[in-house]
């Protein structure tokens, strides 16, 4: 795994030294996604289990609010797989982080 190194002087950014692999970066950063996604879902999924079996269903609002986070997961993910250089990922990245 590589690095990222920012060279400050006088409080102006003057230097920037990257030797990250960018394949590398998007599969870590995809990996952040997809987890966080996992964790979200993780609350209800004894809800989706229980219907599975044949128990009560699924409230609807909990039907909708776990597309919307398997929509935003995808979306973020298709974003960090359009960029090109570690620049673009970067800002990818920051952005997906505000959501």
């Known amino acids: ?5 920012e060279l400050w002087k006088d409080g102006k950014l003057i230097g920037v030294h990257d030797d ?5 970066e ?4 995809l990996d952040e996604i997809k ?5 979200l879902l993780s609350a209800t999924d004894w809800m989706v289990l229980r219907a ?4 009560k269903s ?3 609002e ?5 597309d919307t986070i398997r929509k935003i997961s995808d979306e973020e993910e298709a974003v960090i797989n ?11 990245q920051w952005m997906a982080k505000m959501r």
């Open 82 to 92: 359009a960029c090109e250089t570690l620049q673009q990922l970067d800002q990818c």
């Open 58 to 60: 699924v409230p609807m």
């Open 20 to 24: 990250r692999n960018i394949e590398e």
């Open 52 to 55: 599975a079996e044949g128990g």
């Open 35 to 39: 987890k966080r996604a996992s964790e």
């Open 62 to 66: 909990v039907l909708v609010q776990r």
């Open 1 to 5: 795994m590589g690095y990222r190194r």
């Open 26 to 29: 998007k599969e870590r950063i």
